[in-house]
C-alpha cells in the first residue's frame, strides 16, 4: 500500500483511476463477448499510461469508442488520458504538491482553454450515456458507478488543472454520493468504494486552514479511513487493484 501512495502511481490511484476503472456488470449493457473486448482495449490503454505513452493510450480508448459508442468507458478514459497528458506535461504528477500550501494559494497558471474544451466534452459525452442508460433502470449499478467516475474526473481536473478547489469537491462529492449509491445496491461491488476512500485519503490530506474551509463546504475527510478503504479495494476488489 505504501508503493501505491508514492510517485506516479500515487497520482494515477489518488486523482484518476477513481475515473478510469471499468464497472462490474450488473445488467448486460454489453453481451459477453463485447465485454471481453472492452476489457483487453482497457488493459492495453492502462499498460501505455503506465508507461506515460499517452498516443498509444488514446488509440485504444479511441477504438473502445467506436467499437462501444453506447458505453461511456471510451470517452471517459479519453478524458482521463487527457488530465494525465496535462498534468505530465505542467509537472504535476507529484503526490506531494497536492498536500503543499503553496498549491492552494494564488497562481497565475491558466489552463489551455483548448484542453478545457475538450476535456469538458469528453466527460459531458460520458455523463450522457450514463444518464441515458439509468433513464432505462435507475438503479443500474454500473451506469451509477461510471457516472461517478466522470464525476471523479472533473474533481480531478478542476483541482490539478484548474485549480478550482470548491469546484473540485462539489464534484468529489457527487462522485462519492453516486457510488455510496452502488455499494448500497450491491454490497459486493467493491471498486466503487475505491472512490469513497481516494476522496477520504484526499481531503484528509489537505493543509488545515484548507480542510477547515472545506469543512464549512460539508467536505470532510481522514487520511486513515481513506487508506483502510483503498486497501479493501485492492485486497477484495475486480479492476481496480
Do not use: C
Not at 89 to 97: I, T, W, Y
Not at 135 to 152: C, R, S
Request: hydrophobic share 40%; no cysteine.
Amino acid at each position: 500500500m505504501r508503493i501505491l501512495l508514492n510517485g506516479f502511481k500515487a497520482i494515477v490511484g489518488l486523482l484518476l483511476l477513481t475515473g478510469i476503472v471499468v464497472g462490474q456488470a450488473n445488467n448486460p449493457w454489453l453481451s459477453d463477448t463485447e465485454r471481453i473486448r472492452l476489457e483487453k482495449l482497457r488493459e492495453n490503454g492502462f499498460e501505455a499510461l503506465y508507461n506515460l505513452d499517452y498516443k498509444t493510450a488514446r488509440t485504444h480508448f479511441s477504438e473502445m469508442v467506436r467499437l462501444f459508442p453506447q458505453h461511456p468507458a471510451g470517452s471517459q478514459y479519453l478524458a482521463s488520458t487527457l488530465l494525465l497528458e496535462t498534468l505530465y506535461k505542467g509537472r504535476r504528477l507529484q503526490a506531494s504538491l497536492y498536500s503543499s500550501k503553496s498549491f492552494y494559494s494564488g497562481s497565475d497558471d491558466k489552463a489551455d482553454p483548448k484542453v478545457v474544451k475538450q476535456f469538458r466534452a469528453l466527460t459531458r459525452d460520458a455523463q450522457r450515456l450514463a444518464e441515458a442508460r439509468l433513464k432505462q433502470n435507475a438503479k443500474d449499478t454500473e451506469a451509477l458507478y461510471f457516472l461517478g467516475n466522470v464525476a471523479a474526473a472533473k474533481a480531478s481536473f478542476e483541482e490539478a488543472v484548474e485549480r478550482r478547489h470548491f469546484a473540485a469537491l462539489r464534484d468529489g462529492s457527487d462522485a462519492v454520493a453516486k457510488h455510496r449509491q452502488v455499494v448500497e445496491l450491491d454490497p459486493n461491488y467493491v471498486d466503487a468504494e475505491l472512490t469513497i476512500g481516494m476522496y477520504e485519503y484526499i481531503v484528509g490530506s489537505l493543509p488545515f486552514p484548507v480542510k477547515l474551509m472545506a469543512g464549512i463546504f460539508g467536505a470532510q475527510g481522514s487520511k486513515k479511513r481513506g487508506i483502510a478503504k483503498i486497501e479493501r479495494v485492492a485486497k477484495l476488489g475486480k479492476t481496480s487493484r
